[in-house]
């Protein structure tokens, strides 16, 4: 029974590391989308730069919808790389973070592997760390940038179209 408890069995690190591949997907998933909706909000900001210039009707609406692509721009910016926002609470890197492997040696990252590689529950508990600061720290930030900016881009949109319309 000893050498149970201590072998990794199968069906949990392919768990585990689905796991933190459907997390690390999910995150390019936010990365495609913002990238689609930079783009898309850069166009509309030129065409309202166009709009606005000269002496055409609907520059106040105009203006309005190139304020907030630009708004959006700069949240798409912070979605695709986002800033720190929550502060970690003393909680250790895993193993699996590039940081935190270039804070050892070669040798020592050795080291740290097999030991953690001799036991199922610091296996399970480098994947958990993984797991969880990229769900909490990093995806998490990226959803909440990224509807901003959606939002933002769509209100501003009907602010600005109703405002050409009404106020030519």
């Avoid at 106040?60 to 720190?84: D, E």
Wanted: aromatic share 10%.
């Amino acid at each position: 029974m000893a050498g149970k408890k201590t072998s990794i069995i199968g069906r949990e690190i392919t768990f585990l590391s689905d796991n933190l591949k459907k997390q690390i997907d999910k995150s390019n998933h936010h990365d495609t989308r913002a990238n689609y909706v930079l783009g898309i909000a850069i166009a509309i900001f030129l065409f309202s730069l166009t709009q606005i210039s000269g002496n055409k009707p609907g520059k106040i609406g105009f203006s309005i919808i190139a304020l907030s692509s630009l708004i959006v721009c700069v949240l798409n910016l912070f979605t695709i790389k986002p800033p720190r926002l929550k502060k970690k609470r003393k909680e250790k890197e895993s193993l699996l973070y590039h940081d935190e492997i270039a804070s050892y040696s070669p040798e020592e990252y050795l080291k740290q592997l097999k030991k953690t590689l001799e036991s199922r529950d610091l296996i399970i508990e480098q994947y958990a760390k993984e797991i969880h600061n990229l769900v909490t720290y990093h995806i998490m930030t990226r959803k909440i940038f990224f509807r901003y900016a959606v939002w933002i881009l769509v209100i501003g949109l009907v602010a600005g179209l109703i405002t050409v319309v009404l106020f030519p």
